[in-house]
């Protein structure tokens, strides 16, 4: 195993000690328990929006923080769901008197974590909202879920909850809003490579040079089937057909599109791919009226991407179109 890193005890602590340092400005961070809050936290009379993870999928979550986006993250060890103390910790740091919305990936031990911190803030007075994210079509159940699992779409609801937020939204109105995120979007992966934790200093899973998975899980969980290699314009086509057929998709609709990397495959490759997935949506009569291409939820080295379709209306679009600021992503500033 080659990494850049110390310790692998230590390479959380020591990776957003480097996000804060980087960007002081947007965001600090508490190492006693772990959260990333905004620097400005907590704004009165605004809702805040948290959500969390275990590490490993940067910039997901603590890359997300600043302004328009999320006002807090809980970032657990890699792989592993944050703790109800970090969660608890980080929704008083940024309650502002309005209540704080919780976005949470679809996988057990986040969901469990997520639910005792919401019953300790509620306990002292905080109003608590969540909302889970179960966008991936791949499997129905896995080694991590009961359903299937939060993915790439918890970029996109982050943003457009963090843009309604800042426009004023109320609590009732913003848990709505990402109610509708969810059920308007699918996502699905596939690996070229496995990923190595670091603590485990191996790969977590054998691929051979000629094979690929498909529907892999953001942890490398198993995906739908192992098949042989393929040209990237016929991978395009089996995310994009089978995330267009699940919700499903029809022509006339416009979505917001994410090719996103889970690591290790380079933006040459990221944007073939997307140019693939462009014009397979448009031959379906579906407008690709935005799209993000790049490394946003990871899978730490693994080389592979996966493919996230939001059919957006027009609140949907206008929201995307609003300012953010964050290590992670920014536009409009």
Not at 245 to 260: C, E, H, K, Q, Y
Request: net charge negative.
């Amino acid at each position: 195993m080659k990494k850049l890193i110390n310790d692998p005890d230590d390479v959380v602590r020591d990776s957003l000690r480097g996000l804060a340092a980087a960007h002081p400005d947007l965001l600090r961070v508490s190492f006693d328990p772990i959260y990333v809050v905004r620097a400005d936290a907590p704004l009165p009379g605004k809702v805040g929006v948290l959500s969390g993870g275990g590490s490993g999928h940067e910039p997901m979550h603590g890359g997300f923080v600043g302004r328009g986006m999320l006002d807090a993250a809980c970032p657990g060890q890699v792989f592993t769901s944050p703790t109800p103390d970090q969660i608890d910790a980080a929704t008083r740091a940024i309650d502002g008197g309005a209540g704080v919305l919780h976005i949470v990936k679809n996988y057990t031990g986040d969901i469990m974590n997520f639910e005792m911190a919401a019953e300790l803030c509620q306990a002292s007075g905080i109003e608590v909202r969540a909302v889970v994210i179960d966008d991936d079509v791949a499997v129905q159940n896995s080694l991590y879920t009961a359903g299937r699992r939060g993915v790439g779409l918890t970029v996109l609801a982050e943003k457009l909850a963090g843009a309604a937020a800042a426009r004023g939204c109320d609590l009732t109105s913003l848990e709505a809003l990402c109610r509708r995120v969810n059920a308007n979007g699918r996502s699905m992966g596939m690996a070229l490579t496995s990923c190595t934790v670091p603590a485990a200093g191996k790969p977590t899973f054998a691929l051979g040079e000629e094979e690929m998975e498909l529907g892999i899980g953001i942890h490398g969980e198993p995906g739908r089937k192992r098949v042989p290699l393929r040209p990237a314009r016929e991978i395009a086509q089996h995310l994009t057909s089978a995330v267009v057929s699940d919700l499903p998709f029809r022509s006339g609709d416009t979505a917001i599109v994410m090719v996103n990397g889970m690591g290790g495959t380079p933006l040459l490759e990221l944007y073939l791919v997307y140019n693939e997935v462009a014009s397979i949506l448009r031959g379906e009569g579906i407008e690709p009226a935005r799209r993000l291409v790049g490394n946003y939820i990871t899978s730490l080295d693994m080389a592979g991407c996966s493919v996230t379709l939001l059919r957006a209306d027009a609140e949907m679009l206008s929201l995307w179109d609003d300012p953010v600021l964050t290590p992670g992503l920014r536009w409009g500033i």
